[in-house]
């Protein structure tokens, strides 16, 4: 993993930086229902282009939160789901979103 | 809360919308051990620029997560402290403090 070992206050600064942004925890949310195609998750994820979903799955296989299975059939499918690695991160981002939906879905405005 | 209601995909998305970045998680670490003065946070804080504490400070305010009290006295004194809600989403984010510490902080090389 290319990170910057040494740069960091704590465990949650270290995870935020291999997390890097939303678009990551939206991805391992949508992996932590079922695997998913490069198809399927561009349409689940609209606003993410296809360049930087690319770009994330790689550094995230990288990261050994991601297991990419090309299943060699024609036409081409290949799979991403979570590693044990990426399940448990995912558990560990569980009571933030619980947070998020008390304190910031709960209260934005409707409509 | 100036946030960006309807565009998020899931209570974690909407909690890292708030969080916003990794020195936001490090100021709720260190208001989490005690209430801080400016200058305290800002040393702790080494790499972050006064002008961007100071914003970052002030939009913790308004979502509630941070108090900041004006003591009166002079020399001026004005210490910063977690709300309630602040104090509830530093606990949301301990299992990802766990899981950094584990799967990065451990994993990194040393020296």
């Given amino acids: 993993m290319a990170r910057r070992p040494g740069v960091y ?3 949650t600064d270290a995870a935020m930086d291999v997390i890097g942004g939303r678009w990551k925890v939206l991805v391992l949310w949508a992996l932590g229902e079922r695997p998913h ?3 399927e998750l561009r349409r689940a994820l609209d ?7 690319a770009s994330h799955l790689r550094e995230m296989e990288e990261d050994g939160l991601v297991h990419r299975e090309d ?3 024609v036409p081409p499918r290949v799979e991403y789901s979570l590693t044990s690695r990426g399940v448990s991160l995912n558990e560990a981002l569980e009571p933030l979103g ?3 939906r008390e304190h910031v879905l709960n209260r934005a405005p409707t409509g």
Avoid: T
């Fill in 9 to 11: 206050h704590c465990g």
């Fill in 37 to 39: 195609r490069f198809g």
């Fill in 47 to 53: 606003g993410l282009s296809e360049k930087v979903l």
């Fill in 71 to 73: 299943f060699d059939e």
């Fill in 98 to 100: 619980a947070w998020g």
